[in-house]
């Protein structure tokens, strides 16, 4: 790919259009707002999203691996509890997610049964 822009590059006219002059960079930057930009943005939305509508009872993971559901609620700090009688305060950004290993595991018994 670089060697095509070098390329592209060299032999352009010295007295080349502004458009032909700067069609690497835009094409540069079309590329790199498709494979970057844009997926990170929409993963940005959906973890933002995820991170409204939890709701107290919710199992969560935290960025430290911390698992545990959610006993109660304030604007930006959720409390978990990790172990009966242990309670954490964590800030609302530190969960990367829902935790859903509990559930399968509960499943995978349920039908061993």
Do not use: C
């Amino acid at each position: 790919m670089t060697q095509y822009l070098l390329g592209m590059a060299q032999q352009a006219p010295a007295g080349g259009s502004a458009l032909t002059t700067f069609m690497p960079l835009i094409l540069i930057f079309g590329v790199f707002w498709l494979l970057v930009i844009r997926p990170q943005s929409k993963k940005a939305k959906q973890h933002q999203q995820m991170l409204t509508e939890l709701k107290k009872g919710d199992d969560v993971v935290t960025q430290g691996g911390i698992i545990g559901k959610i006993a109660g609620i304030k604007d930006n700090e959720l409390t978990l509890q990790v172990q009966e009688g242990v309670r954490l305060r964590v800030t609302r950004a530190s969960v990367t997610g829902r935790y859903t290993g509990a559930e399968a595991a509960a499943k995978t018994d349920a039908k061993a049964s």
